[in-house]
DNA sequence: GTCTATAAAGAGATAGAC
DNA sequence: GTCTATCTCTTTATAGAC
């Protein structure tokens, strides 16, 4: 095999990931065809099969390609935050800017790539990828740790709803923050993401050191 | 038509809605063929079309059967916490909590109906009911004004998305609660809905309240 | 590695008998 | 109001030529 070969082979896949990356956000996973899919890729039907071999793992695939680089960002950002002595807060953004960082390597409009994002990590039907879960069961449990460590005296259990209802916050945001904005008829604003991972900061902060914390 | 027909005719049309809102909850809307539906419910595969006109519209009431009662319970609750000047709590309570009470209304387990509310709110995928919309626009219309009273000096813009960070609270403790309590192998608990009701309504409230917030 | 052609299964919907 | 039988369309996947 030379290397144009591998280019034109990898150009082939690419233009499929992209174009379902580009579809999926739009429409969800579970409203696209394959035919969709080579079709705004400009691809042959069977090539979806003959480099991933499933419908499934190209979904796979795509899951990957982002959110795999997002939980690492995050548990990279983590270190460096205990390093540094942050606190509750600089680990909550930890948290939630990865996706900010993310969005500069999609081709897609910010816009679409969080609509990605949020079906990724909420619609667990189209099948929640193995290939994630250790690197997302490794992220968690650092999290946790650090989090239990800011709040000694909070019962773990507590901690871990909290962290669950700023998973929602985040989630809902990424998912539906277009939602909001079409049903305020945009008296909400159209704040870029930066400004929303402050607010969400901000309000996943009070909610962690409400009555029952400990903050450090 | 003798009350017999009538009778009968419902009970067809219920025994598809039990059976569907079951097989939603459980493996979601577009997992979800009328073959399955109609299996589970015991008749025949005609009955749908013949009851409701297509499955886009079975889907439909099967959304506002439960989601129409907990906008109308939202609605009365709020009024009932302003007559009797309630804060902002009691607000969020009042937002909450509906789905606790319709929960028994339902032949479904607890876990399973909220699945299926989750679901409702967050699959906009599969048709966000027209029919459902008007009271949805009342509902958090009445809210906002609510809460644009308590927080008198938070501009506006900031408050919705704080009403939606704590619909995303919401939604995904409905929808993803059951993922928590796998995920974490049970560390988190397994809490009755009454709990993380309370434990929703102090999150948020602290988030409401947060830097830039003037409660009441 | 890419193409055409097609297989095999499953979907939603409905005509017409009862 | 319910049933059987079937229509029509779309889906994913693949065999085999190039």
Redesign the pocket.
Known sequence: ?VAG??A??????VRILDATEQLVAEQGFDS???????NGAG????????????????YEAVQCRYINPVNEERLELLEKVLAEGGGVREILEAFMRPFLTMVTRSKMSEQLFFKLMGRCIMDHNASLSEEMIPLFRQMSGAYTKALASAFPEMPVDLLLWRLHFSFGVMANTLLHGDVLIKFTDGACGEPDFETNVQRMVDFCYAGFVAEGGDPR
Chains 1, 2 share one sequence.
């Open positions: 095999m070969d591998t034109k082979r990898n150009l082939t896949k696209v065809s394959l035919r969709d899919i080579t691809v042959n039907v069977a090539a979806v099969n003959y480099h991933f071999g499933s419908k499934e793992k190209l």
